[in-house]
């Protein structure tokens, strides 16, 4: 089920390094977020808040509040295992398990969540994560070999079919189309669009054609030198950044004029 996600008054550090600086935004559900700026701007270490994963590095840590419809993720008490289960996570590089087989890959997560799973229901899980992430008809006569020989773009869908097989509610792709040739490209943004009616989605991309292909709602964030903490800088509706942005820097990035 798709869920709000609020942020507010977000600094997130790497040690003394604080990186990013003082974000609040709200993300809709079923709505797809594009995370846009220049490269050290902190678009990956904030998405890694929404789901816990920044702090698996040592000695780093957030100040602020992330909610999921209402609920802090860093609340006392609060499990990061499950966090992570409830938002999922797509990366740069498709990494499916080498040594699984399609299938095993596709049931990963739910396996180290120790759900025992009957037979059927594994079968019924695998089809319908694999349809979800238009890969089951490429697949379905060879479910038992390995993920590894799948192509990228195969890869990515799997690496997509792993990560909603644990039923999330958020997706959190960091520039899952970056190592993917265009025909990919295009049909991991198609699956995007299908995805958005079950999950809130926030993707990192570089490709501004991208950004405001699937996006509905677009984040820049800019960093105004080296050792600077990364900042959001403007956040709206897709079409407005992309043709009426209010701030300089924003119109600068998105028209090619940066640096
Ligand atoms: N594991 C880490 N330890 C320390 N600093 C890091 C780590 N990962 C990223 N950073 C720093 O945080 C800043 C933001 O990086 P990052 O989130 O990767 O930016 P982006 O994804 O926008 O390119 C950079 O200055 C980067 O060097
Ligand atoms: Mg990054």
Known sequence: MSKRIEVSDLNVYYG?????EDVSLTIEPRSVTAFIGPSGCGKSTFLRTLNRMHEVIPGARVEGEVRIDGDNLYGPGVDPVLVRRQVGM??????????MS?????LAGVKL????????????????????????????????????????GQQQRLCIARATAVSPDILLMDEPCSALD??????IE???EDLKKEYTIVIVTHNMQQASRVSDKTAFFNIAGTGKPGKLIEYDQTATIFTQPSVQATEDYVSGRFG
């Open 16 to 20: 003394s390094f604080l990186a990013v």
């Open 90 to 99: 797509v990366f740069q590089r498709p990494n499916p398990f080498p040594t």
């Open 102 to 106: 399609i299938k095993e890959n596709v």
């Open 113 to 152: 969540n120790n759900r025992s799973i009957s037979k059927s229901d594994a079968d019924a899980l695998v089809e319908k994560s694999l349809r979800g992430a238009n890969l089951w008809n490429e697949v379905k006569d060879r479910l038992d070999k390995p993920g590894s020989g799948l192509s990228g």
């Open 182 to 187: 265009p025909i990919s490209t295009l049909a």
């Open 190 to 192: 198609d699956l995007i």
